[in-house]
């Protein structure tokens, strides 16, 4: 029941963060000192992007690369802002349910390794009723042949003996 519940709660989650990521990217563009901060951000990002383009096709990475205007820029920023949270909330769900699936998969080894320890107590206490058996029938066996009953225990050898003593005493 927890598991369905785990996984609808981050897709909830997930889905509710798109929303979230555009009302933070609207925010962004009109708070000021946030906004020259982002300003700065996009102007960083476009200047790695396109060097890692230049590279990427082959065209000179020396050229000088022109800022993006302000709009432009902002629009890039909020943009970028609204994916790395989203990119973020993913991330977090995704380390949520690897912890639980680790705590899960730790809680079943523990439950096997106490079943192994139970097993081999039993292994143990079965062990050591056999030997206590074992200690008793070889006390019997000492009784019987301190009192004569070996002839009682093994009633076989001594018919075949009688028999053989009757068939003989009537000839």
Known sequence: MALPLAKLGTLALRTLSKPIASRLKSQAAVHPKFRNFIIAIAQINHRITTKIQRRIYGHATDVEI????????????????????????????????????ARSEARKEEARKQELEELKQREDSLAKELEDL?????????????????GILNLKGVHGAESGKAAATPA
Do not use: C, Y
């Not at 994916?83 to 991330?91: G, P």
């Not at 074992?134 to 004569?148: F, H, P, V």
């Open 66 to 101: 022109r800022p993006l205007d302000e709009q432009k820029a902002v629009q890039a920023a909020t943009d970028l802002i609204g994916e790395a949270f989203i990119f973020s909330v993913a991330v977090a769900a995704l380390i949520f349910e690897v912890q639980r699936s």
């Open 134 to 150: 074992k200690l008793k029938l070889s006390e019997i066996e000492q009784l019987a042949k301190g009192r004569g009953l070996t």
